[in-house]
């Protein structure tokens, strides 16, 4: 048999093979130490040796701690001092360093922008001149930018839908409340967050009823009118949707849930907002399909001018207009007590 | 016409720097909503009414109302202060 090093216990390999076998870590250091005190157990220390050596040590354990003091302190005073005064300048200083190096490339990025309305402006091209010249001929809609956002750039808007039913979705998923899914009507869960939602506010308030009773219909009303007629006055989908769901939003702080919920529930917002979006989607292939390939297609500009024209246009915005109505009222409802 | 113009978007200007530097985040949302619609009556001179019937129904509207829904829910509306005062929170209008 091979001699061992008298460290042999304590060195490397033994450890790791003593971690792999039980599990004892390597990194943990008791271990050593109870090898380290075996092995000082063989060299016997007399009495007052170890007495001498223990208070050697804590003699320069206290002249450490004392030492470590006397710094702190005056690091203490350093940092009251000067150390607070010094690290206040710097942050303002970078704080208007940073202030103005923004303001700087601000302007000067301004400074290089085109005069506003000029003939030679690089947006004056051919795209733009299209749309203006030739956007009502070939869209059919007196606003040229509802001929732009649901004709020219259709899949834009299409996009932008699904963007506002995908936030949707995620408020849904993030604050809709467990109990609510069962559909058994107002659970405990649903009842405290209502009642939590009502600790600021007056249940029925007189004032605000009679407003509400008053105004709602007529918002409504301009909401939907904005929306069937976005392709021949300023407006559409997104501006008469924001409209309604605001509406909705006054009848809902004015009357409370359960009046709400009598038109409108969870079903009522997930058949809305899918059936419009599929719409839309599809009815845009249709005309991207028979665009593309050259054939006829059943949708014609018509006569601009009149409601019943601009083709699709007049039905993706009402189809916009209702998925951003309740994507609105979602969110507040969701944000309120946690379900629709 | 031009001085409307001026005055309005000088408001704009004061309420996005007061937005940003008052304390208390019920006034700053407040302020906020005093901001777009300023705002959307600036969209109406620039003879873009589309815009400002949005900015009106998003930015002073809805926007705000879902600020103060999420103050309400994270109870950063300080009642104590207004405990006091008899009608408690109702009195403020919220």
Avoid at chain 1, 4 to 11: A, G, I, Q
Avoid at chain 1, 136 to 158: H, P
Avoid at chain 1, 284 to 303: E, M, R
């Amino acid at each position: 048999m091979a001699r061992m090093r008298k460290d042999y216990e304590t060195s490397w390999w033994p450890r790791l093979r003593r971690w792999i076998d039980a599990g004892a870590s390597p990194l943990d250091d008791a271990l050593e130490k109870a090898l380290d005190e075996t092995r000082e157990g063989h060299q016997v220390l007399s009495q007052e040796e170890a007495a001498e050596r223990e208070e050697r040590a804590e003699a320069r354990q206290r002249l450490d701690r004392a030492r470590e003091a006397r710094m702190y302190a005056r690091f203490r005073e350093w940092r009251q001092q000067k150390g607070r005064r010094w690290a206040n300048m710097l942050y303002r200083l970078l704080a208007v360093t940073v202030c103005l190096a923004i303001i700087w490339v601000l302007l000067e990025t301004a400074a290089y922008l085109p005069p506003f309305g000029h003939a030679d402006n690089p947006a004056h091209n051919e795209v733009s001149r299209r749309y203006i010249e030739d956007g009502m001929t070939e869209t059919g809609a007196v606003n040229i930018v509802a001929g732009m956002i649901l004709d020219y750039r259709a899949f834009d808007t299409l996009g932008e839908s699904n963007v506002l039913f995908i936030a949707a979705c995620a408020v849904i998923i993030l604050l809709r409340l467990p109990d609510a899914r069962d559909g058994s009507g107002h659970t405990a869960a649903l009842l405290e967050a209502e009642a939590d939602d009502r600790m600021y506010e007056p249940k029925n308030d007189a004032i605000l009823q009679a407003t509400a009773r008053l105004l709602t219909p007529f918002i409504l009303m301009f909401g939907l009118y904005v929306m069937f007629y976005g392709h021949i006055s300023p407006g559409g989908g997104f501006s008469g949707g924001a409209i309604m769901g605001a509406g909705l939003i006054l009848y809902l702080n004015a009357f409370g849930f359960k009046k709400a919920e009598r038109f409108f529930t969870y079903t009522t917002f997930r058949v809305i907002s899918v059936a419009a979006l599929s719409f839309y989607a599809g009815s845009k292939a249709y005309s991207f399909f028979t665009g593309a390939n050259g054939l006829h297609s059943f949708i014609t500009p018509g006569t601009p001018g009149r409601i019943f024209s601009a083709g699709l246009i007049p039905y993706l915005n009402i189809a916009v207009g209702f998925v951003v109505c309740c994507t609105m009222y979602a969110f507040y409802t969701l944000f309120r007590k946690g379900d629709l | 016409m031009q001085a409307l113009h001026l005055i309005l978007l000088l408001f704009v200007l004061l309420c996005a720097v007061a937005v940003a530097m008052t304390k208390d985040l019920l006034t700053s949302i407040i302020i906020f909503m005093g901001q777009s619609l300023a705002m959307s009556v600036i969209w109406i001179m620039l003879q873009s009414p589309d815009l400002a019937i949005t900015e009106a129904a998003v930015g002073a509207g809805v926007t705000s109302l879902l600020l103060f829904v999420t103050l309400k829910k994270i109870h950063a509306i300080d009642v104590k202060k207004k405990e006091g005062e008899g009608h408690g929170p109702d009195a403020e209008g919220l």
